[in-house]
């Protein structure tokens, strides 16, 4: 069973919740992503590079609109 971690972008309301399981990362070498909202949904699977490189963006700025 993974630990969930969830965004601190998420705030106290709900709202569009994103959760990561870091633990997993260092045992399978992926690291899963789910909506906290749907924790039985889909479950994407990324590369630690390629999400380490997408926090990276996510704090330069580089996504907001």
Known sequence: MHRWV??????AQGGQCVEWAPDHA???????????????????????????AFITSIKAGEFQG
């Open 6 to 11: 969830k965004s601190s972008y998420s705030g």
């Open 26 to 52: 260092a045992i399978a070498r992926v690291v899963p992503v789910r909506d906290s909202k749907d924790p039985h949904g889909p479950t994407l699977t990324f590369q630690p590079a390629a999400w380490t």
